[in-house]
């Protein structure tokens, strides 16, 4: 089945700096993919929708200036968390649908950033 | 998108079968509905899907009423490791449709 591929597991970075969130499909193509974060006992909050050599389409309340997405390749869409504070520490889940599946979206393990 | 509301949680004890119950009363007729399943501090992992009437697979059963406005994930004989949060969604399955997820069902099963 289809698998999508999330790194880093984890993340501790210090406040101010930057860090990188990959997400790969690694054996489809996807020219769709979607960001979401999760809070503690809450559900996952739709970030964006990465498309493949466009732009990204962020769901309003969230800052494109500070969560940047790039999806430059059919298989791999990125994540960049800018200027990092703690309340962006979360875990950060990224998803991909393998065209003409049935299988519904697959989604990547997740990656828990701690801001410190 | 249409939306979805589910029970906030659930208790059952390993061996029983658990029915959760979805609404979606604005659903498209392009829509599908899609279950899944999340463990904490893991990605929500695919149960089933299904367009109408009764889908079957090795996990889990879905039933879909006629009017399509609710529908009802089967678990048979569930075990402690199927204590879990499960959400239900509604997607056009044309691909590269956002996928909205509701506030989920946490299934607590005891011994």
């Known amino acids: 089945g289809a698998v999508v591929s999330q790194h880093p597991s984890w993340v501790i970075c210090k406040s101010g700096t930057s860090v990188k969130i990959e997400c790969r499909s690694l054996?489809?193509?996807?020219?769709?993919m979607f960001w979401y974060r999760q809070f503690p006992k809450q559900s996952l909050m739709l970030m964006a929708t990465?498309?493949?050599?466009?732009?990204?389409?962020?769901e309003q309340g969230v800052e494109k200036d500070k969560f940047l997405i790039n999806h430059a390749s059919l298989t791999l869409s990125t994540l960049t968390v800018t200027s990092a504070h703690p309340e962006d520490s979360s875990f950060y889940i990224c998803?991909?649908?393998?065209?003409?599946?049935?299988?519904?979206?697959?989604f990547g393990s997740g990656t828990r950033l701690t801001v410190v | 998108l249409a939306k979805t509301t589910q029970p906030i949680s659930m208790d059952s004890y390993e061996g029983q079968e658990v029915n959760i119950t979805c609404s979606h009363n604005?659903?498209?007729?392009?829509?599908?509905i899609t279950w899944y399943q999340q463990f904490p501090s893991q990605g929500p992992r695919f149960i089933i899907q299904?367009?109408?009437t009764k889908v079957t697979n090795e996990v889990a059963s879905l039933f879909i009423p006629a009017d399509r406005k609710s529908s009802t994930l089967s678990l048979p004989r569930v075990s402690l490791s199927d204590t879990a949060v499960y959400y239900c969604?509604?997607?056009?399955?044309?691909?590269?449709?956002?996928?909205?997820f509701g506030a989920g069902t946490r299934l607590f099963v005891k011994a």
């Open positions: 998803s991909a649908r393998e065209g003409g599946g049935n299988y519904g979206y697959t």
């Open positions: 054996d489809f193509q996807a020219t769709t």
């Open positions: 990465s498309n493949e050599g466009s732009k990204a389409t962020y």
């Open positions: 604005n659903i498209a007729t392009n829509d599908y």
């Open positions: 299904g367009y109408k």
């Open positions: 969604l509604v997607v056009q399955n044309t691909g590269g449709f956002k996928t909205i």
